[in-house]
């Protein structure tokens, strides 16, 4: 997509492509790492969903209502003002994938280092939180070809390595990031992650 067609919303993020490399492991078939990236990154509708209007925004709206197991994501996300960013819809297709979100749960934000964590929320260090929100978000769907590419677009525009273990039933994300589930919104797919992801080289005052 060029900056041309996108939408309005997601040119006000910063975005980058960035090409990365993959390590898959030797002799996995094909098809096992498929079917597992495939029911990850592709889930199949949810009915248990208390979102109002079923959009990622909403999702993490009830986040916050019930006490989900990413609150603090979702707080923070409000906090941020990108709310309104991920409920947006194709207008042409209402449920077209629009956002991959890749979640950490509230034990990821606790497991911090108490330093960063800290920092992270001052008011002078804004500009850094949105650079690592950014990080957890990507524009559309990731693709088998993109997991066995290693190429993820994020809007932050740093790269996040993605690896298959031997079993090919597990995915990590920058080494000792551990994907644990997903689920699928109106307009896009959320990832939880057991570890907040931090863009390479993010220095904080």
């Given amino acids: 997509m060029n900056n041309k067609n996108r939408p309005h919303w997601i040119n006000k993020l910063t975005g980058a492509v960035v090409a990365m490399g993959i390590s898959l492991p030797i002799g996995l078939p094909v098809w096992a790492q498929s079917y597992y990236s495939a029911s990850i990154f592709s889930p199949s509708s949810t009915s248990t969903s208390r979102s ?8 993490l709206d009830a986040a916050i209502k019930y006490y989900s197991e990413y609150q603090t994501f979702a707080e923070v ?9 991920l409920r947006a819809k194709d207008s042409n297709d209402p449920d077209k994938v629009l956002f991959t979100v890749f979640v950490p749960t509230d034990e990821a934000f606790e497991a911090l280092p108490t330093d960063i964590r800290q920092k992270l929320f001052e008011p002078e260090n804004r500009d850094k939180l949105m650079m690592v929100l950014n990080y957890h978000l990507v524009e559309g769907m990731v ?18 390595n993605i690896e298959l273990d031997a079993t090919g039933d597990k995915i990590a994300l920058n080494e000792d990031v551990s994907v644990l589930s997903s689920q699928r919104a109106k307009n896009g797919v959320m990832v939880s992650i057991d570890r907040v992801l931090l863009p390479p080289d993010m220095e904080l005052n």
């Fill in 77 to 85: 996300v409000k906090e941020a003002g990108l709310a309104e960013s």
């Fill in 52 to 59: 109002v209007d079923g959009t990622i925004a909403g999702e």
């Fill in 143 to 160: 693709s088998d070809e993109d997991v066995a590419a290693g190429a993820i677009e994020t809007v932050a525009g740093s790269p996040v």
